[in-house]
C-alpha cells in the first residue's frame, strides 16, 4: 500500500498531514502528488470528497517551501481559483492546517465581504491566494494584488467555474499571470469548453481520473422514494425522526422552497439551518458553523452550497427535490461518505421529477433502488417562476448546465432557449 512517506513530500509536510489525521493518501494523492511535485500540468478528473484539495494542496506547498524567498508587497506564487466562497473558505482551512509549521502564508479572497480587509491582507504579498474570480479581478483592478509572479494555477471546481459564466474572467486573470507556469485543473465532469479551456491554459498536462465522472462513492447507499410533492415534507420528517442523531443535509430546488422548508421543520421541533444564495455571507458562515458542531442537525441547501462545504459526519443526503442538471446529484450525494466514511443519500421523486430522475440515472449508470411509494405517470415539470413545487418560489440558487429535458416534451415546435447564466457568487 502507498503511504504519504512514499510520496516525496517534505518532512514537515509529512508531520502536518499526521496532525490532520491522515494515515493513508487516498487515490486521487497517490496519483496527482509526485507528478505535481515534478512540475508537471496536471488534469485531475476526481468528484468531491475524494481528498483532491490535498493532492494539489500538500504537493503546492511543498514546491512553495523549497523556492524560499518571502512574497514581494501584493505579491502572489500560488493562485487557487474555486467558484463558491464557501469552497473557497473550505480550500484555505484545509491549506491552513497542512502549512501550520511552515512559513508559507494563505490568504483569501472572496465577494460579499469587505474589499478593505482583503486589500490590508493582500498587502504584505502572499505565498498561496485563494479566491473567487469575480473579487479577484475587483482587487486586481484596484491595483491591491499583482499576480505577474503567480507561476502556480490551481482552477477547482472548474466545470463548475465555467458553468456560472466565470470564462471571460478567467481568461483576464489567466493573461496577467507568470509564464512558465505550473497549472492544476481539477473537476468532476469534462464537457467539450473544458477541453478547450485546458488546451488554452495547460502544457501537455498529464491526466488523472479517480473514479469515472457520474459514479458516486461506493460507499454512498442509494434509495429513491416516489412521493407526491405535497407530501415530500411529511416524508422527509419521516425519515429524520427515524435517525435522530444523524447529520443531514437537505437539498431543495429554490432559495424560497429551501428557507420555507427550513422554517417548516423548526416549527414541528427539529434544529435545522439553511443556506442558501439569499442568505448572507455572515448567515452562510453561521449556518455551516452550526451544523458542523451538530448544533443543527438539518441543513436544508440549494446547489449553491453543494459543492463547497465539507462536513466529515454528514450521514444522510437527502434530494427533497431532484435537481434538473443530473451532474448535481452526484455532486449533492458526494457531500456524504466523504474520506471513507458511510452514508445514505436518499431522492425523492414526484411526478413531475420523473425526466429529471431518468437523466440522473443515465449519468450514474445505474438505477436507484425504490425504498417507498409508486412510480407516477410522468408529468411535465411546471414552468419556472411558478410558486409551485416543493421548492415553490422564483429560482433559485441552483447551477444549471443543460436542462434534461423530459421524453414528453421531446417534440413539438421548437422552444426558446431559457437558458440563464446564474450570477457568479463573487
Ligand atoms: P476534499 O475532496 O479535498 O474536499 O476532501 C474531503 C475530506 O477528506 C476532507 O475532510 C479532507 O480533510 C479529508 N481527507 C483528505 N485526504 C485524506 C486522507 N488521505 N485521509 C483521510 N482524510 C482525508
Same mark, same amino acid.
Given at each position: 500500500m502507498t503511504k504519504f512517506t512514499d510520496l516525496g513530500l517534505k518532512p514537515d509536510l509529512l508531520s502536518a498531514i499526521t496532525k490532520a489525521g491522515y494515515d493513508t493518501p487516498t487515490p486521487i494523492q497517490q496519483k496527482a502528488i509526485p507528478l505535481v511535485l515534478e512540475g508537471r500540468d496536471l488534469i485531475g478528473l476526481a468528484q468531491t470528497g475524494t481528498g483532491k484539495t490535498a493532492a494539489f494542496g500538500l504537493p503546492l506547498i511543498d514546491r512553495l517551501m523549497g523556492a524560499g524567498a518571502k512574497p514581494t508587497p501584493k505579491s502572489v506564487r500560488a493562485l487557487i481559483l474555486a467558484p463558491t466562497r464557501e469552497l473557497v473558505n473550505q480550500i484555505a482551512a484545509n491549506l491552513t492546517a497542512y502549512t501550520k509549521d511552515t512559513p508559507i502564508r494563505v490568504v483569501t479572497v472572496v465577494g460579499g465581504q469587505s474589499l478593505n480587509n482583503q486589500v490590508k491582507k493582500l498587502e504584505r504579498g502572499t505565498h498561496i491566494l485563494v479566491a473567487t474570480p469575480g473579487r479577484l479581478i475587483d482587487l486586481c483592478d484596484r491595483r491591491a494584488v499583482f499576480l505577474d509572479?503567480? &507561476?502556480?494555477?490551481?482552477?477547482?471546481?472548474?466545470?463548475?467555474?465555467?458553468?456560472?459564466?466565470?470564462?471571460? /474572467?478567467?481568461?483576464k486573470i489567466a493573461a496577467k499571470l507568470a509564464k512558465p507556469r505550473q497549472t492544476l485543473l481539477f473537476s468532476a465532469t469534462m464537457p467539450a469548453q473544458m477541453e478547450e479551456l485546458s488546451r488554452a491554459y495547460l502544457t501537455d498536462p498529464a491526466r488523472v481520473q479517480v473514479s469515472p465522472p457520474g459514479k458516486a462513492a461506493d460507499k454512498i447507499t442509494q434509495a429513491l422514494h416516489y412521493v407526491p410533492q405535497g407530501d415530500k415534507t411529511e416524508l422527509l420528517k419521516d425519515y429524520l425522526n427515524k435517525d435522530p442523531d444523524g447529520?443531514?443535509?437537505?437539498?431543495?430546488? &429554490?432559495?424560497?422552497?429551501?428557507?420555507?422548508l427550513k422554517k417548516n421543520l423548526e416549527a414541528s421541533g427539529f434544529? /435545522?439551518?439553511s443556506i442558501h444564495g439569499n442568505k448572507s455571507q455572515n448567515q452562510r458562515d453561521r449556518a455551516i458553523r452550526d451544523f458542523k458542531a451538530g448544533e443543527a442537525r438539518i441543513l436544508v441547501a440549494t446547489d449553491v452550497a453543494a459543492r463547497g462545504i465539507d462536513i466529515p459526519g454528514v450521514s444522510h443526503v437527502y434530494n427533497y427535490d431532484l435537481?434538473?442538471?443530473?451532474?448535481?446529484?452526484?455532486?449533492?450525494i458526494g457531500r456524504t461518505a466523504r474520506a471513507g466514511a458511510e452514508g445514505e443519500a436518499i431522492a425523492f421523486c414526484s411526478a413531475t421529477e420523473i425526466g429529471y430522475l431518468r437523466q440522473i440515472e443515465k449519468v450514474m449508470k445505474l438505477t436507484i433502488p425504490v425504498v417507498g411509494g409508486e412510480r407516477p405517470i410522468e408529468q411535465k415539470p411546471e414552468k419556472r417562476g411558478g410558486r409551485g413545487g416543493g421548492g415553490g418560489g422564483n429560482r433559485g440558487g441552483g447551477q444549471r448546465r443543460s436542462q434534461p429535458k423530459p421524453a414528453n416534451q421531446s417534440h413539438g415546435k421548437p422552444k426558446r432557449n431559457n437558458r440563464?447564466?446564474?450570477k457568479p457568487a463573487a
Open positions: 509572479t503567480v &507561476t502556480y494555477l490551481v482552477l477547482d471546481e472548474a466545470d463548475q467555474m465555467l458553468d456560472m459564466g466565470f470564462i471571460h /474572467a478567467l481568461r447529520l443531514s443535509l437537505v437539498f431543495a430546488r &429554490t432559495k424560497h422552497g429551501a428557507e420555507k434544529k /435545522a439551518t435537481p434538473e442538471v443530473a451532474e448535481n446529484y452526484v455532486h449533492r440563464r447564466r446564474r
